[in-house]
């Protein structure tokens, strides 16, 4: 027969994942209003859809730079995961490439704009961490293809990034398209300009993450 002191042993775990389920819904839910209506987005409206309390999202996060702060990292890690999954397990280096570019679109990478210049310490050690997690896994797609001669040499990580952001920044006035489904025309335009056949010289110097940083 079950007693009342073994209550709480069973209940404990299916409280952690409870607590643990909350704040992945809160994560989702700060990063889809983040993508609509920026990072100064009402915090009531991140909780209503994610469907919890105020008080789990604050239980959650003590304040907007918190969450900014773990929806920052959200992002950059499942990015990174990408870069990472496609590089082991795509043969042809600029399918990889290119993949890895379509998931991050999907990942609406442009939206942390605001809140990597403004909501976010970038010296923060697990940023930074993060961040050259995030640049190696993406050097190495762009190095893999370099070496097979599917992309062009002059061309760098910081190049692709500004591309990335700018592509899924929705544009002002622009609500009523289907802004993913343009993000994702434009791009394989922009990838098409990657291969190492595209015969233009770039102008201007070479983008680094540094210059993006400053």
Same mark, same amino acid.
């Given at each position: ?6 209550? $709480?042993?069973?209940?404990?775990? %299916?409280?952690?994942?409870?607590? +643990? ?16 209506? !920026? $990072?100064?987005?009402?915090? #009531? ?18 304040? =907007? ?12 890690? =499942?990015?990174? #995961?990408? @870069?990472?999954?496609?590089?082991? +397990?795509? $043969? ?5 490439? =290119? ?10 990478? !442009?939206? /942390? ?22 640049? &190696? ?9 370099? %070496?097979?001669?599917?992309? %062009? ?5 910081? #190049?692709?990034?500004? @591309?990335? &952001?700018? /592509? ?9 398209? #289907?802004?993913? !489904?343009?993000?994702? =025309? ?6 098409? !300009?990657? %291969?190492? @056949? ?6 201007? @110097? &070479? ?6 940083? &400053?």
């Amino acid at each position: 027969m079950t007693t009342v002191a073994e209550n $709480p042993t069973r209940r404990g775990p %299916r409280t952690r994942a409870d607590a +643990l389920r909350n704040r992945e819904l809160i994560v989702t839910a700060a990063r889809e209003i983040f993508v609509e209506f !920026g $990072p100064e987005a009402p915090l #009531d409206e991140i909780a209503r859809r994610a469907g919890v309390g105020n008080a789990t999202l604050y239980r959650n996060f003590a304040d =907007r730079s918190a969450l900014i702060h773990e929806v920052l990292l959200s992002v950059m890690i =499942r990015t990174a #995961d990408h @870069a990472e999954a496609f590089a082991a +397990l795509e $043969p042809d280096p600029f399918t990889a490439l =290119r993949r890895f570019a379509h998931a991050a679109v999907d990942e609406r990478v !442009g939206a /942390l704009c605001g809140m990597l210049v403004g909501g976010v310490d970038q010296h923060d050690p697990i940023v930074k961490a993060h961040g050259e997690r995030l640049e &190696s896994a993406v050097e190495g797609l762009m190095e893999k293809a370099r %070496r097979a001669g599917q992309l %062009r040499t002059d061309v760098t990580v910081g #190049d692709l990034v500004v @591309a990335l &952001s700018q /592509l899924t920044r929705p544009l002002p006035g622009m609500g009523c398209l #289907d802004t993913d !489904g343009v993000a994702h =025309r434009h791009l394989q335009l922009f990838l098409d !300009g990657l %291969r190492s @056949a595209a015969p233009s010289e770039l102008p201007g @110097a &070479s983008t680094t993450l540094e210059n993006l940083g &400053s």
